[in-house]
Antibody, heavy 117, light 110 residues
Framework: EVQLVESGGGLVQPGGSLRLSCAAS????????MNWVRQAPGKGLVWVAR????????GYADSVRGRFTISRDNGKHTLFLQMNGLRDEDTAVYYC??????????WGQGTLVTVSS | QSALTQPPSASGSPGQSVTISCTGT?????????VSWYQQHPGKAPKLMIY???KRPSGVPDRFSGSKSGNTASLTVSGLQADDEADYYC??????????FGSGTKVTVL
């Protein structure tokens, strides 16, 4: 069974940093692009970042480019999102999701990041 | 990277059909056959319902169908059931390893 389990969310002050992790299992992790998608409370889905199988190619939403970094450890089947310079508007549930070919399936259960003083 | 435009809400009675539109530009929806649709129940993670405009993943009922014309994609849910009540989001590839989501549509089963 394909599983994606996010961790690392929590409360952080504006300007602070946080690193999210996503443990993947049940599929050949190295072969797949992976993504992070976020959802602010009561709002819609927003794509955040994308990384290819060997980590050599990445893409970012304009709102996070230069502040967030997506990476992966294929030996540990783990996806990461390093978030620096956090702002109030980064408060959201962050989902990890597999990318079989320009669509997203499945999704993890999400981890909540709250940016507040 | 502006969000794709979806109607905020749609509704229908059990057994009826509802169609949700998703309007973008030639740089996203109109430029690629990589439109997908996601269903999200309250408090749950999104679930893939349609990919590559009109393909259904295994396990998704054939009551769900997708189409595209120009810069607008559509999701049709036929034979509405109570469990279809949820938020629905479209997503399109937008080039340069980027994606863009729609604004979301809340479907109510009357």
């Amino acid at each position: 069974e394909v599983q994606l389990v996010e961790s690392g969310g929590g409360l952080v002050q504006p300007g602070g940093s946080l690193r999210l992790s996503c443990a993947a299992s049940g599929f050949p992790f190295t072969y797949y692009w992976m993504n992070w998608v976020r959802q602010a409370p009561g709002k819609g889905l927003v794509w955040v970042a994308r990384i290819n199988g060997d980590g050599s190619s990445t893409g970012y939403a304009d709102s996070v480019r230069g502040r967030f970094t997506i990476s992966r450890d294929n030996g540990k089947h783990t996806l990461f999102l390093q978030m620096n310079g956090l702002r109030d508007e980064d408060t959201a549930v962050y989902y990890c999701t597999r990318d079989p070919g320009n669509w997203l399936d499945p999704w993890g259960q999400g981890t909540l990041v709250t940016v507040s003083s | 990277q502006s969000a794709l435009t979806q109607p905020p809400s749609a509704s229908g009675s059990p057994g009826q059909s509802v169609t949700i539109s998703c309007t973008g530009t030639s740089s996203d929806v109109g430029g690629y056959n990589y439109v997908s649709w996601y269903q999200q129940h309250p408090g749950k993670a999104p679930k893939l319902m349609i990919y590559e405009v009109n393909k259904r993943p295994s396990g998704v009922p054939d009551r769900f169908s997708g189409s595209k014309s120009g810069n607008t994609a559509s999701l049709t849910v036929s034979g509405l059931q109570a469990d279809d009540e949820a938020d629905y989001y479209c997503m399109s590839y937008a080039g340069s390893d980027n994606y863009v989501f729609g604004s979301g549509t809340k479907v109510t089963v009357l």
